[in-house]
């Protein structure tokens, strides 16, 4: 304590020690009841004694300094606020509310894949009957043309077969005339000379009749083996033109098949790459429904666990404010039973320097003693004849 404070505190020690001296010195009067003559007058001895410095060597001063400091302390926490004396807990949701949303989005992808999945099947089958409608179309159409282009093929090798045959039957007719022309003569001569010889010369008639039969025959073989040359080269032209018909057939079939399939994989292209933007913008419309419920879910789950925050913080300051102030109420009580304390034992203390400051007065016979000094009079310190007392 500093002897400034010290000086506050026992300031009533003055007053207090000048009465026990003034009792003090009156105890020192004659006794019995009868008068005497007045004595002379004498010098008074005054003495000063300084308090705050006598007060703390009293034994019990700690004492008192201890008091004053658990006041000190206990009036430091006294004037601290409420508000300031409550930490709010730390909550962080931040955890809690990641798990919700995990737990959202595992319990309501299963929901959106199978939405997914069944749209995205149901325009699967619809592009898929597009594709097989757009191939019926497409080999019907290839149908149409091959049965026309086989036709018109078939018609061009027919006509030229007729026309073939048409030349050969010309050629025949024309190998006939000219062969029978040519033997014309000759068998005419022949049957002249037959008729001529016939009715003189039996053996001339029948050997004229054998040259007729050999010439005829002759004829006929010529006209024959024309005719049957003829007959081979347009069954070669036949074969031939039936060849060329299979092959051009062929051909026309691996041309149509080929531009069908190019009109299919063009189809088909088309198709998957319209279902493949379809599937895309469906996946991404999911994601926003999705999206949108999560998120109306998660407000509504974090408006819960900001409400339980808000609670749970709620509770903890009543509960906090509860305790602060029964603390303050306890060290309310604990101040005003230091302060009481402190009274007593200030009390204690004034009341041992009143006993030794009179037994000091009467032991040295001082008639005064000061707790202050004055100039204009001389005084005996006895601080520390006090002091000596004290610590006896």
């Known amino acids: 304590m500093s002897p400034a404070r010290a000086r506050a505190l026992l300031r009533p020690c003055a007053a207090v020690a000048l009465a026990c001296l003034f009792a003090g010195c009156q105890g ?9 003559p007045p004595a002379a007058p004498r010098e008074l001895r005054i003495a000063v004694v300084d308090f705050t410095r006598a007060a703390r060597a009293h034994p019990r001063w700690s004492e008192l300094q201890a008091l004053d400091r658990r006041l000190a302390d206990l009036q430091a926490q006294l004037a601290v606020p409420v508000s300031a004396q409550f930490q709010p807990p730390r909550i962080d949701l931040a955890p809690e509310f990641r798990a919700e949303a995990q737990r959202q989005v595992d319990q309501m992808r299963p929901e959106f894949r199978k939405e997914f999945e069944q749209q995205a099947s149901a325009m699967q089958d619809a592009a898929r009957r597009e594709v097989e409608a757009y191939a019926a179309k497409v080999h019907a159409d290839e149908q149409v043309r091959f049965d026309q282009k086989r036709a018109e093929l078939e018609t061009a090798a027919r006509k030229a077969i007729v026309d073939k045959q048409a030349e050969i039957m010309k050629d025949n007719e024309q190998f006939d005339r000219q062969t029978l022309e040519q033997y014309r003569l000759q068998l005419l001569n022949l049957r002249l000379k037959l008729d001529t010889v016939g009715q003189t010369d039996k053996q001339a008639a029948a050997t004229v009749s054998a040259q007729i039969e050999a010439t005829t025959k002759e004829r006929d073989d010529k006209i024959a083996a024309h005719t049957q040359a003829n007959q081979q080269a347009l069954q070669t032209f036949q074969q031939q033109q039936a060849q060329q018909f299979n092959a051009a057939v062929t051909e026309l079939q691996h041309e149509i098949s080929k531009e069908g399939q ?73 101040l005003q039973a230091a302060r009481d304390e402190r009274g007593r034992l200030l009390a204690t203390i004034l009341a041992d320097l009143r006993v030794e400051a009179a037994a000091l007065a009467q032991q040295k016979g001082y008639d005064v003693i000061l707790t202050q000094a004055v100039a204009t009079v001389d005084a005996v310190d006895a601080t520390d004849d006090l002091i000596a007392r004290l610590k006896r």
Do not use: W, Y
Request: proline share 1%; aromatic share 0%; hydrophobic share 40%.
């Open 262 to 334: 190019t009109l299919l994989n063009q189809k088909a292209a088309e198709v998957n790459a319209r279902l493949h933007t379809q599937v895309e913008a469906k996946q991404a419309e999911i994601n926003v429904q999705l999206n949108t419920r999560l998120k109306t879910q998660l407000k509504a789950r974090e408006q819960v666990l900001v409400s339980g925050a808000r609670a749970q913080i709620t509770r903890a300051r009543e509960q906090a404010t509860a305790a602060i102030r029964a603390r303050l109420q306890a060290q309310q009580a604990q």
């Open 28 to 36: 020192r009067g004659p006794a019995g009841g009868s008068s005497s």
